[in-house]
C-alpha cells in the first residue's frame, strides 16, 4: 500500500509493542475480556477446527485458551511484534497481519482478538483471511469500533482548538458495525455477521486512562499525527473537559469501547443458500396469518 493511502505507523506501533512488551500482563483485562468471548462463541459451534491461527495474538491469552479447544491439533500465535511473541506459548509465527504467509485453503479457524482495528487495507485483509480459509472455514475476530473512546477524542479535540487553534488527530478512526458487516461481504464470505457489544470502563481520571493505553502499546499511531509531544497545558485542559463532561456521581470518569465481533464463512456447497426470487410455496399473508388485501390506487389531487 502507498504510504499516502495509510492511516496507521506500523512500524511506530510495532515499536511500541515491543517496549512496552513486559508490561503487557498487566494491561490485558480487555484482551481477557475479548478472549473469553470469543471461546464463548466457538464453544456454540458443532464441528472441530484442526488448524487454527490467533491473528494479531499479542503475548498469546487467546492462543493459550486455544490449546483446550476440542480437535485444535495445531495452533499458531502470529503477532508481528517479536518481543510479545516471545510470551506467546505455542507455535509462534512473527508476520504481518496486513501479509498473511498462509497458503490457500490451509486454515480451517482464523481468530483475532482487537487487532484489526489497527490495519491499514482491512478488505485487503479479510480477503486474505477468506483466501486462507480451507472451504467452510470459519473466521471469529473481534475489534473496536463506532464510538469507542469517544470520550478522549472530544476532550482533547476541545482542549488542542482551544488552546492552540487547532486539533491534530489523536485518536484512531473506527468504522461501525453496519460497514464492517459489508467489508466481510465485499471480501466473499459467506453467512456474515457483524455484531457489536459496548464495555464501559472507568477510571480515577483521563490521566490515568492515558496511561493505560501507553502502557498496552496503542498510543497515537496515526499517520497525519503532530510529531510533537502534547503540550502540557493543553493535556491539563483536556483533563479537565473530560471531567467536567464525562465524570460519574463517585468523581471516575468513564471510557467507552464498542466491540464488534465478526463471523464468516469460507463457502461452500454445504453451507445454507438463499432461495431464487420467487420460489416461496406459501404467500406472506399466509404465513402471518392476516388477510391479502389488493392495493388501491391513491386518490387523484388537483
Known amino acids: 500500500m502507498s504510504p499516502d493511502l495509510e492511516i496507521f505507523d506500523r512500524a511506530l506501533l510495532r515499536w511500541r509493542r515491543n517496549r512496552t512488551a513486559a508490561q503487557a500482563t498487566e494491561h490485558d483485562f480487555l484482551i481477557a475480556h475479548v478472549a473469553d468471548d470469543l471461546m464463548q462463541r466457538l464453544a456454540m459451534v458443532n464441528r472441530q477446527f484442526p488448524v487454527v ?3 494479531g495474538a499479542q503475548h498469546g491469552l487467546l492462543g493459550q485458551r486455544l490449546g483446550a479447544l476440542p480437535g485444535a491439533e495445531l495452533v499458531i500465535d502470529m503477532e508481528p511484534s517479536g518481543c510479545l511473541l516471545r510470551q506467546c506459548g505455542g507455535l509462534r509465527l512473527q508476520a504481518d497481519e496486513e501479509a498473511l504467509p498462509f497458503r490457500s485453503q490451509s486454515l480451517d479457524l482464523v481468530l483475532s482478538g482487537l487487532a484489526l482495528q489497527l490495519v491499514n487495507d ?5 480477503w486474505q483471511i477468506r483466501q486462507a480459509l480451507k472451504p467452510d472455514g470459519l473466521l471469529l475476530a473481534a475489534m473496536l469500533a463506532g464510538d469507542s473512546l469517544h470520550e478522549l477524542r472530544t476532550a482533547l479535540y476541545l482542549a488542542e482548538e482551544e488552546i492552540e487553534g487547532g486539533a491534530s488527530p489523536r485518536v484512531a478512526p473506527f468504522a461501525d458495525v453496519k460497514q464492517l458487516g459489508a467489508l466481510l461481504q465485499r471480501a466473499g464470505f459467506a453467512l456474515p455477521v457483524a455484531d457489536s457489544h459496548t464495555l464501559t470502563v472507568t477510571y480515577p481520571d483521563a490521566l490515568a486512562l ?5 502502557a498496552a502499546g496503542v498510543a497515537n499511531a496515526l499517520r497525519a499525527r503532530r510529531r510533537r509531544p502534547l503540550r502540557r497545558d493543553t ?3 483536556a483533563v ?4 467536567e463532561r464525562y465524570a460519574l456521581p463517585s468523581g471516575r470518569v468513564p471510557a467507552t469501547l464498542e466491540i464488534v465481533t465478526l463471523t464468516g464463512w469460507a463457502p461452500h456447497e454445504s453451507q445454507q443458500q438463499p432461495l431464487r426470487p420467487g420460489s416461496a410455496s406459501m404467500r406472506l399473508a399466509e404465513a402471518l396469518g392476516t ?10 389531487t388537483d
Do not use: C, F, I, W
Not at 492515558?210 to 501507553?214: P, T
Not at 479537565?240 to 471531567?243: C, K, L, V
Open 53 to 55: 491461527v490467533n491473528l
Open 122 to 126: 482491512l478488505p485487503g485483509t479479510l
Open 210 to 214: 492515558m496511561r493505560e493505553l501507553k
Open 235 to 237: 493535556l491539563a485542559r
Open 240 to 243: 479537565q473537559h473530560y471531567s
Open 291 to 300: 388477510a391479502e388485501l389488493p392495493a388501491t390506487d391513491p386518490p387523484a
